[in-house]
């Protein structure tokens, strides 16, 4: 068994890295002395990957909208019982999740890691669907569908994507809608696990304490060879550089007035250590704009105009990336003239260095403090990983990072040309 290591001194942290003849990637992060332990079975494969050409195929195929959450769904329902009600005899806490690239299990642990291991290989690998199933399936995700329907968090958000998006598939919510789930059926969503879910498309990673060769061992064992390596090609829209709209709103039963604001980014598909480093810039420079520490915030939050609901994010993946900020304001249009006037007055009077550097070391320092949690440093990884970098290649972004490199992103990025605004307001608002 050929495993390799990546050791990262400076943390004191280090991969055992291990390649399965199937062409399953399998990674090991010790960490002696903790209690629990996490397992993550991930595959590159979400919501926006709606439309491809199957390995050996001539023609593309496109599948419903919603059927990547709807996959997830099934594989937890095995020909002998509920998955879940077997981690759960085992003491363990399991989770899956579907999001905009990826779909991830995984489970926690104390005891019992062998078994509850075994039971995350078995039954990824073994979906067991049928048409019964399906149409069962379909009125429970339809009611998770209604549920984010009447989510105003959830609707300001998505509305958000579609003001920045006019064809890209990350403007569809996760789940789908009622129409498109009404067209999923048993044929198809083998079509998309026999995709997407081939070992060579998926990732292990294990981390807690744990003996690396006895993780691989059992992953030499427990993994199926489905034959060799073949490229899937994933066909995404074109997309205009310029905004699908500037403003959206809508009127859900809120109290408050909600927004969701931010700036489109036009990345050029950036893969790899260059995908890390525009992140690390563009929220190094939200918190530079609009962090607790900044003037903006005490303006914003003086004014009443923000309460502690306000945050902000950046998102960069294969085919979009956008920041975005918000939270609950009586004023969204108020808050949006603030912000635009401060990053008006950035540009021209330039960025400061000290602060640069000040918030650079404390992100860095919060970067170090997570690597505490099995959670987060599973939930990291997994999630840079498909990006083609590793998550310990943060530290390197946070060390050589330029404040020029910087300036050049926020000239970049926080174009006020490509600002939106999504506005929740109260039914009763006039």
């Known amino acids: 068994m050929d495993i390799k290591t990546i050791e990262y001194k400076n943390i004191n942290e280090l991969i055992y890295m291990y390649t399965h003849q199937s062409g399953l990637k399998a990674f090991v992060i010790p960490k002696k002395g903790y209690s629990k332990k996490h397992a993550t079975f991930?595959?590159?494969y979400g919501s926006i990957n709606n439309e491809f050409v199957i390995p050996g195929d001539s023609t593309a195929s496109q599948v419903p909208d919603g059927i990547a959450h709807f996959l997830?769904?099934?594989?937890?329902?095995?020909k002998d019982g509920s998955?879940?009600?077997k981690f759960s005899a085992l003491g363990s806490s399991p989770n899956a999740y579907t999001g905009f690239s990826q779909t991830v299990y995984l489970f926690s642990c104390t005891d019992k890691f062998d078994e509850n291991f075994g039971l995350l290989l078995d039954f990824v690998?073994?979906?067991?669907?049928?048409?019964?199933?399906?149409?069962?399936?379909?009125?429970?995700?339809g009611q998770e569908i209604r549920m984010y329907e009447d989510d105003a968090n959830w609707r300001a958000f998505f509305n958000l994507l579609k003001a920045f998006y006019s064809n890209n598939p990350v403007r569809i919510d996760i789940a789908g809608t009622i129409d498109s789930i009404s067209k999923i059926d048993r044929e198809t969503l083998y079509k998309c696990y026999n995709t997407f879910y081939h070992p060579s498309n998926m990732i292990i990673l294990v981390v807690g304490d744990v003996e690396p060769q006895d993780v691989f061992r059992q992953i030499e064992s427990g993994m199926v060879n489905k034959g060799e390596k073949r490229e899937i090609k994933r066909i995404f829209p074109e997309e205009a550089g310029?905004?699908?709209?500037?403003?959206?709103?809508?009127?859900?039963?809120v109290s408050m007035p909600l927004f969701q604001m931010g700036f489109k980014d036009n990345t050029?598909?950036?893969?790899?250590?260059?995908?890390?480093?525009?992140?690390?810039?563009?929220?190094?420079?939200?918190?530079?704009?609009?962090g607790k520490s900044s003037k903006l915030y005490d303006e914003l939050y003086g004014e009443g105009l923000i309460n502690n609901t306000f945050e902000f994010d950046y998102t960069i993946e294969e085919n979009y990336a956008f920041s975005m900020m918000g939270g609950e304001s009586a004023d969204p249009a108020a808050v949006?003239?603030?912000?635009?006037?401060?990053?008006?007055?950035?540009?021209?009077?330039?960025?400061?260095?000290?602060s640069f550097e000040r918030i650079r070391r404390a992100m860095k320092g919060r970067f170090i403090k997570q690597l505490n949690s099995v959670e987060r440093i599973s939930h990291s990884f997994i999630s840079v990983y498909f990006k083609g970098v590793y998550l310990f290649d943060y530290l390197d972004v946070y060390d050589k990072i330029s404040f020029e490199y910087v300036n050049e992103v926020f000239k970049e990025h926080f174009d006020l040309g490509n600002m939106a605004l999504s506005v929740i307001r109260p039914s009763s608002s006039k």
């Open 83 to 85: 998955v879940m009600d």
């Open 42 to 44: 991930a595959t590159h």
């Open 125 to 141: 690998q073994n979906p067991y669907i049928t048409e019964e199933s399906v149409e069962k399936e379909k009125g429970i995700i």
């Open 72 to 78: 997830e769904h099934k594989l937890f329902e095995q």
């Open 242 to 253: 310029a905004l699908n709209e500037a403003y959206t709103e809508q009127t859900l039963a």
């Open 336 to 354: 949006k003239d603030k912000i635009s006037q401060a990053i008006a007055s950035m540009n021209k009077a330039g960025l400061d260095r000290d």
């Open 268 to 290: 050029n598909n950036i893969r790899g250590y260059d995908c890390l480093k525009r992140e690390v810039a563009v929220k190094l420079l939200l918190e530079m704009i609009m």
